[in-house]
T-cell receptor, first 113, second 111 residues
Framework: QKEVEQNSGPLSVPEGAIASLNCTYSDRGSQSFFWYRQYSGKSPELIMSIYSNGDKEDGRFTAQLNKASQYVSLLIRDSQPSDSATYLCAVRWGLGSARQLTFGSGTQLTVLP | DTAVSQTPKYLVTQMGNDKSIKCEQNLGHDTMYWYKQDSKKFLKIMFSYNNKELIINETVPNRFSPKSPDKAHLNLHINSLELGDSAVYFC??????????FGPGTRLTVL
């Protein structure tokens, strides 16, 4: 059973602060990790992907991966009210056309103005 | 141009009815998926198709039957609807499974 766990929150941070979202996964062989953002009433959209241990930065977003600890995190710097959404961690597994994503249950983030 | 579209957006129906949800993508991707998102936001894969062929069929009641007439379309038919089927159903397409493009979702309410 491939499992992905996230703190469901809700997580509230003041505008301008750093929001830290965490995720753990069960399959030690997983190689690909993703963060999707889902605004209320909307569909998920990919915001970050990470494949190697360490940090990957994209604008105000930094994804961190530690395969030994089976841990993925997302940092949002200078948080804005527009960042308020549910953040879904996803892990890819399987081969070829049978590749699929397993999603965590999401962390709801609220950025307070 | 909408990349992944679903119809209908909302579906309200009585228990025991049969209903269908349609999905179309114009991205040229070979792989399409159906996901179910429950009230707690848990997004779970139901099926995937690659170029009209069923690839993934998770533990889903056989009341749910996907059909892919061509690689741009993936429909979902649900027989004998139950209260527990109430959820948001998302269609998605992907070139690689890594980046998945989701449709707007269909909110199904079973009364």
């Amino acid at each position: 059973q491939k499992e992905v766990e996230q703190n469901s929150g809700p997580l509230s941070v003041p505008e301008g602060a750093i929001a830290s979202l965490n995720c753990t996964y069960s399959d030690r062989g997983s190689q690909s990790f993703f963060w999707y953002r889902q605004y209320s009433g909307k569909s998920p959209e990919l915001i970050m992907s990470i494949y190697s241990n360490g940090d990957k930065e994209d604008g105000r977003f930094t994804a961190q991966l530690n395969k030994a600890s089976q841990y993925v995190s997302l940092l949002i710097r200078d948080s804005q009210p527009s960042d308020s959404a549910t953040y879904l961690c996803a892990v890819r597994w399987g081969l070829g056309s049978a590749r699929q994503l397993t999603f965590g249950s999401g962390t709801q983030l609220t950025v307070l103005p | 141009d909408t990349a992944v579209s679903q119809t209908p957006k909302y579906l309200v129906t009585q228990m025991g009815n049969d209903k269908s949800i349609k999905c179309e993508q114009n991205l040229g991707h070979d792989t399409m998926y159906w996901y179910k998102q429950d009230s707690k936001k848990f997004l779970k894969i139901m099926f995937s198709y690659n170029n009209k062929e069923l690839i993934i069929n998770e533990t889903v009641p056989n009341r749910f039957s996907p059909k892919s007439p061509d690689k741009a379309h993936l429909n979902l038919h649900i027989n004998s609807l139950e209260l527990g089927d109430s959820a948001v159903y998302f269609c998605a397409s992907s070139p690689t499974a890594d980046t998945q493009y989701f449709g707007p979702g269909t909110r199904l309410t079973v009364l």
